[in-house]
């Protein structure tokens, strides 16, 4: 896997070391549904425009839309590309699935 990321096994370690893993559907949905989901969206989005993941044609890191759980929509509400629902992982934290 270390190689398949680019790295090492060092380096692969460190990269999940700095990755949040949600083991357990409730503070999935905590996570979610908080604004801590706005603040690390838009440090995706602004990510992504520096290393030209949005394509070549990008004006900026709001010219996608990410859509969050409450119907807000970060960047563009014409281009929403990446959309979070807290639905089922509510349904998997109330034991429903």
């Known amino acids: ?7 090492d ?9 700095a990755t949040q893993m949600f ?8 996570f979610v549904e908080s604004s801590a989901l706005a603040e690390t969206m838009t ?3 602004e990510f992504s425009f520096e290393h030209g993941l949005l ?9 996608i839309g990410i859509e969050l759980p409450n119907g807000e929509v970060l960047g563009s509400e014409s281009n929403v590309k990446l959309r979070f629902d807290s639905s089922y992982m ?5 034991g429903e699935i």
């Open 23 to 30: 083991f357990e559907p409730a503070p999935a949905v905590e």
């Open 43 to 45: 440090n995706v989005a």
């Open 1 to 7: 896997m270390a190689t398949a990321s680019g790295t």
């Open 55 to 63: 394509g070549d044609g990008a004006p900026g890191p709001d010219f």
């Open 90 to 94: 509510q349904m998997a934290a109330d």
């Open 9 to 17: 096994l060092s380096g692969y370690d460190a990269q999940l070391a």
